[in-house]
Antibody, heavy 119, light 109 residues
Framework: EVQLVESGGGLVKPGGSLRLSCAAS????????MNWVRRAPGMGLEWVSS????????YNADSVKGRFTISRDDAQKSLYLQMNSLRAEDTAVYYC????????????WGQGTLVTVSS | EIVLTQSPGTLSLSPGERATLSCRAS???????LAWYQQKPGQAPRLLIY???SRATDIPDRFSGSGSGTDFTLSISRLEPEDFAVYYC??????????FGGGTKVEIK
């Protein structure tokens, strides 16, 4: 059974940093592109970042470029999102999602981790 | 950036009725690279349809997708109580950013 479990969310002040993790199981992690998608309160889904197998290709939404960094550790079957210079508008539930294709659709999702940016 | 516009914003229907949800793209999508997701409160999104019309694993056949170019439709033939949720379309496969529509809420009338 495919499982994706996010962790690392919490309350952080504007300008602060946070690192999200996603632990994967039930599939061969190294052979899939992986992604982060978020949903702000009362809003719809927003794609954040994607990383290909071997980390060769990385894509980021304009809203997070220069502030967020996606990475992966295939030995640990884990996906990460380093979030710096956080803003109030980054407040959201962040989902880890397995991708199909390089610029993918998402066939499995984690339950999400809540990030709240507030003073 | 490809903008996806979903309509209506809210659909009020009774169990057993047919639901028809629309997703319109600001430019033609290559190779019908459109997916549909369902999300219920407090839950992760679930993939329903990819490639505009292919059902994902374990998705009931009352869900169907159609369309090409700029106009796409998700149909639910007979609404079950568990189908009341928010539905999103998403375009993929072209240059970033990947984008989602704003969502359609299907609520009980």
């Amino acid at each position: 059974e495919v499982q994706l479990v996010e962790s690392g969310g919490g309350l952080v002040k504007p300008g602060g940093s946070l690192r999200l993790s996603c632990a994967a199981s039930g599939f061969t992690f190294s052979t899939y592109n992986m992604n982060w998608v978020r949903r702000a309160p009362g809003m719809g889904l927003e794609w954040v970042s994607s990383i290909s197998t071997t980390s060769r290709y990385i894509y980021n939404a304009d809203s997070v470029k220069g502030r967020f960094t996606i990475s992966r550790d295939d030995a640990q079957k884990s996906l990460y999102l380093q979030m710096n210079s956080l803003r109030a508008e980054d407040t959201a539930v962040y989902y880890c999602a397995r991708g199909v294709g390089l610029l993918p659709y998402f066939d499995y999702w984690g339950q999400g981790t809540l990030v709240t940016v507030s003073s | 950036e490809i903008v996806l516009t979903q309509s209506p914003g809210t659909l009020s229907l009774s169990p057993g009725e047919r639901a028809t949800l629309s997703c319109r793209a600001s430019q033609s999508l290559s190779s019908t690279y459109l997916a549909w997701y369902q999300q219920k409160p407090g839950q992760a999104p679930r993939l329903l349809i990819y490639g505009a019309s292919s059902r994902a694993t374990d998705i009931p056949d009352r869900f169907s997708g159609s369309g090409s170019g700029t106009d796409f439709t998700l149909s639910i033939s007979r609404l079950e109580p568990e189908d009341f949720a928010v539905y999103y379309c998403q375009q993929y496969g072209s240059s970033p950013p990947l984008t989602f529509g704003g969502g359609t809420k299907v609520e009980i009338k």
